[in-house]
């Protein structure tokens, strides 16, 4: 059982910053790609984020240049920085991992962005 805990969401004007957390049990973390998705208010999940277990990292292109993914293989924690916030980064933002045919997921931190 995999059980992922975020952290460090809130509110925040836009052009500011926030770092989130991920908190990953288990002793799969270092052997698993781990990843962030958001949910805006009417909207689909999306992948904001996703991190392989070495240095492999990708981006939507919306968050390209502004966000960071990186990870923690000691503290089993994955991290978002997230730079030059927009109005439209509002979203309940999730932390994920999929391993033996599982997808894992928290329980999802909200951050708000104000224009």
């Known amino acids: 059982q995999v059980q992922l805990v975020e952290s460090g969401g809130g509110l925040v004007q836009a052009g500011g910053s926030l770092r989130l957390s991920c908190a990953a049990s288990?002793?799969?973390?270092?052997?698993?790609?781990m990843g962030w998705y958001r949910q805006a208010p009417g909207k689909q999940r999306e992948l904001v984020a996703r991190?392989?277990?070495?240095?492999?990292?990708n981006y939507a292109d919306s968050v390209k240049g502004r966000f960071t993914i990186s990870r923690d293989n000691a503290k089993n924690t994955v991290y978002l920085q997230m730079n030059s916030l927009k109005s439209e980064d509002t979203a309940v933002y999730y932390c994920?991992?999929?391993?033996?045919?599982?997808?894992?997921w928290g329980q999802g931190t909200q951050v708000t962005v104000s224009s």
């Open positions: 994920n991992t999929f391993w033996a045919g599982v997808d894992y």
């Open positions: 288990g002793s799969i973390f270092s052997c698993s790609a």
């Open positions: 991190m392989a277990p070495g240095v492999y990292t």
